[in-house]
């Protein structure tokens, strides 16, 4: 699959560039608001075509896929153009800023016949793979799941992250990953309760902190921010144990993670080697392309992340809990 990069954003240079580079696919083009940004970053890389402007690469007849690493705000409407052009389309999270929103994008390109998927990378790491067999496989009934993603943003950040006409904030940005595990190992939560905080007056959360409840009582703890150091992990509880993992979402390709569970009285530590999932999330999509399957990040998924993330907002906004339907 060749692919187009839409922008020079630092995810897409520091991480997914380079791991389609090492998987079977190839990148074809980047484009930029800036001509010259976009060639000094395809002289780097070897990309064949450089344009100025998003809609010149569109134009590419020579790919078949775009990646999306735009600012938040602005992934709804490239997705669109991008599936408008006949492209296949891997979106960086949050796809866009609603639920409502997110099955339209979904619902418009199924209707153009191309694939939608939301960078999840973290989802095709072995680690979560495995994380979620052992819960389902070994361990008892789950009743709490804590999930954790913050880092510290430098005071004086100028970031697309504290921006709101770009959807910035801090569960957009980290929080959907906290969501997103306590999906994997609880399913959809029937009430929320959330609480934000915009610390540095710039129109968007830079800190929350969830609780989601589920139909038997049993509840998720889920947290996001840009104020405090790097914390990122789940600690799932279950009737006779527990499990944790460590890093948990932004996996470095050269870092090994470690899974941890314990069940009745016996502790189990499986250690897993370097993998690059940006890699193993490209392989995934392209090959839910070329056999017209769909991707294991899908519609459903995306979507009920986005309800919980809306509701948390309306619980924050409105000081009381949310019921989903
Ligand atoms: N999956 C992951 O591991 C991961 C990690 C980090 C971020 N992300 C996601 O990736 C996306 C990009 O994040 P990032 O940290 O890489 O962002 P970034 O470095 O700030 O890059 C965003 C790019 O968007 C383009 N752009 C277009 N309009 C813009 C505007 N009004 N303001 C700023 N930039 C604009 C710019 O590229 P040009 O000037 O070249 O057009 C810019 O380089 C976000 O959706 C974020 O949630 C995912």
């Given at each position: 699959?060749?692919?187009?990069?839409?922008?020079?954003?630092?995810?897409?240079?520091?991480?997914?560039?380079?791991?389609?580079?090492?998987?079977?696919?190839?990148?074809?083009?980047?484009?930029?608001?800036?001509?010259?940004?976009?060639?000094?970053?395809?002289?780097?890389?070897d990309i064949p075509a450089?344009?100025?402007?998003?809609?010149?690469?569109?134009?590419?007849?020579?790919?078949?896929?775009?990646?999306?690493?735009?600012?938040?705000?602005?992934?709804?409407?490239?997705?669109?153009?991008?599936?408008?052009?006949?492209l296949h389309v891997l979106c960086e999270k949050p796809l866009t800023a609603s639920a409502a929103e997110t099955a339209a994008v979904f619902d418009y390109c199924k209707e153009r016949g191309v694939t939608l998927m939301e960078g999840f990378m973290y989802r095709f790491h072995p680690v979560t793979e495995r994380a979620v067999e052992v819960v389902s496989s070994e361990l008892g009934e789950v009743r709490n799941v804590t999930s954790t993603f913050t880092f510290r943003m430098p005071d004086e950040a100028e970031d697309i992250r504290l921006d709101p006409a770009l959807d910035g904030g801090s569960i957009m940005d980290v929080g959907c990953y906290a969501v997103s595990a306590a999906r994997l190992f609880l399913g959809d939560p029937d009430r929320v309760y959330?609480?934000?905080?915009?610390?540095?007056?710039?129109?968007?959360?830079?800190?929350?902190?969830?609780?989601?409840?589920?139909?038997?009582?049993?509840?998720?703890?889920?947290?996001?921010?840009?104020?405090?150091?790097?914390?990122?992990?789940?600690?799932?509880?279950?009737?006779?144990?527990?499990?944790?993992?460590?890093?948990?979402?932004?996996?470095?390709?050269?870092?090994?993670?470690?899974l941890t569970y314990?069940?009745?009285?016996?502790?189990?530590?499986?250690?897993?080697?370097?993998?690059?999932?940006?890699?193993?999330?490209?392989?995934?999509?392209?090959?839910?392309?070329?056999?017209?399957?769909?991707?294991?990040?899908?519609r459903t998924e995306s979507v009920a992340i986005m309800e919980v993330i809306d509701a948390i907002y309306e619980s924050a906004s409105e000081g009381g809990p949310v019921a989903l339907d």
């Open positions: 699959m060749r692919f187009g990069i839409l922008s020079t954003a630092d995810i897409g240079t520091g991480s997914v560039i380079p791991g389609i580079d090492k998987s079977d696919h190839e990148v074809g083009a980047i484009a930029s608001r800036d001509g010259a940004r976009a060639q000094t970053v395809a002289d780097r890389f450089a344009y100025e402007g998003y809609e010149a690469l569109l134009d590419d007849e020579d790919l078949d896929a775009v990646y999306v690493p735009l600012p938040n705000g602005l992934h709804a409407e490239w997705i669109r153009r991008a599936a408008d052009a006949g959330g609480v934000t905080n915009d610390r540095r007056d710039c129109g968007v959360d830079t800190e929350m902190a969830g609780i989601l409840e589920y139909a038997d009582g049993a509840t998720a703890r889920v947290q996001s921010g840009f104020e405090t150091p790097l914390t990122q992990y789940y600690r799932v509880e279950t009737t006779d144990g527990w499990l944790t993992a460590e890093p948990t979402f932004d996996i470095s390709p050269d870092t090994a993670v470690e314990g069940v009745d009285d016996r502790q189990v530590t499986e250690r897993f080697d370097p993998t690059d999932h940006y890699t193993l999330e490209v392989e995934h999509f392209a090959d839910c392309v070329e056999r017209g399957e769909t991707p294991r990040v899908d």
